[in-house]
């Protein structure tokens, strides 16, 4: 074959291989965010023994730590957590993701919230793990979350390592709270008012106070001891039957150290057979209680979750969980105050006198 010939053919043949390698789709894209390297790997079977978890800022540290099967709040008289939260943490690690790398320049970890976070008004985090003996099984400086639009997209934030001052944007989920008071479960109980059937109060240096639903369902709680009294409001009465409808706590202690002076207690008989007794302390102007039921399998279940402890409510529950009379007694709509003497009187407005028209001349 003549020389010519073969170089028409490779031509042709370059040509072709030119056009398949453009025609044919780009398959080196990057790699999923499946693939991207994971933050902590093996993690796992580590976190088996993690026996404290330690979240600190400029602010403050938090720590949660392990009590046998569950996890506590020692900030919160070793108050158990709910277990989703540190759950939902402990998995965020695991399967915490490395998918971009980003500054590594000290002076410009600020702007992605990875600043020293012992450094005054810092907003990063230092996220901890550690076993019984305070040796780190994950550490991470944990940022500020990227907002992402598009929909199905999942949750990144930007982390570094304690140790190094290259910063990475992760994928994951990381629910980092440094306020006790989201890792622990406030609500106490949600029992509707027409389930109170009655109450029996019962106050320090007060006389017995007792309140009766008539047989009605829909009847009012009524005050029938004392048998005399004033006239009664019926919102106030109305607040005692709705005493544990959607009831918070805003702190806790241990039940052995509730602080304040013992105000008495108010009996609860409710419906099912359940009844609740709650003793109530005053301290300056804190409301702190104790809650104890009765019953069956319903008191059960209440009572393992209020035994051994002392909530801080409200201070408007006083008056529904230990009113006085005093504190149900319907309030007068007061009088306009009288005018101060020598105050000067208001001006009478008189009309405006209008002069009558000049008589008309008479017709010459």
């Known amino acids: 074959m003549k020389r010519r010939t073969l170089l028409a053919l490779g031509g042709t043949a370059a040509a072709a291989v030119g056009a398949a390698i453009l025609l044919t789709p780009d398959r080196a894209a990057p790699p999923p965010p499946s693939a991207s390297d994971l933050a902590f790997p093996n993690l796992a079977p580590r976190l088996a023994n993690a026996a404290t978890i330690e979240v600190k800022r400029h602010d403050g540290t938090l720590l949660v730590r392990r009590a046998g099967e569950a996890w506590v709040l020692p900030a919160k008289a070793d108050y158990p957590v709910r277990p989703e939260r540190v759950r939902e943490l402990l998995v965020g690690l695991t399967e915490l993701r490395l998918t971009e790398p980003r500054t590594a320049n000290p002076e410009m970890l600020d702007r992605l919230g990875l600043e020293d976070p012992t450094r005054p008004a810092a907003t990063s985090s230092l996220l901890r793990v550690l076993d019984a003996q305070g040796a780190a099984i994950a550490e991470l400086v944990v940022g500020r979350r990227r907002v992402r639009v598009q929909g199905n997209v999942p949750e990144s934030v930007y982390v570094r390592r304690p140790s190094e001052n290259q910063a990475w944007l992760a994928e994951g ?22 389930r109170v059937r009655g109450v029996n109060i ?5 006389p017995p106070l007792i309140l009766r639903r008539g047989a009605d369902t829909d009847a009012p709680l009524a005050v029938v001891e004392p048998t005399e009294t004033p006239a009664l409001d019926e919102i106030s009465l109305d607040e005692v039957a709705r005493g544990f409808e959607f009831l918070t706590f805003l702190d806790v202690r241990k039940a052995t150290e509730i602080p304040g002076e013992r105000l008495g207690e108010g009996r609860f008989e409710l419906t099912d057979n359940l ?3 709650v003793t109530a302390h005053k301290d300056g102007e804190t409301l702190w209680a ?8 319903e008191a059960d279940r209440l009572n393992a979750r209020w035994r051994g402890w002392a909530y ?28 101060a003497p020598g105050a000067d009187a208001p001006a009478t407005v008189t009309p405006t006198e209008t002069p009558d028209p000049p008589a008309a001349a008479a017709p010459q």
Request: aromatic residues 4%; proline residues 9%; charged residues 35%.
């Open 275 to 277: 009844r609740i007794t």
């Open 290 to 297: 104790t809650l104890a039921a009765e019953g069956d399998e």
């Open 202 to 206: 019962h106050r320090q240096n007060e």
């Open 173 to 194: 989920r990381l629910p980092l709270d440094a306020d006790p008071n989201l890792w622990i479960d406030r609500d106490l109980a949600n029992i509707p008012r027409d």
């Open 312 to 339: 801080q409510l409200g201070q408007w529950k006083e008056k529904a969980f230990v009113p006085r009379l005093e504190d149900l007694r319907k309030q007068e709509a007061s009088a306009p105050a009288p005018a």
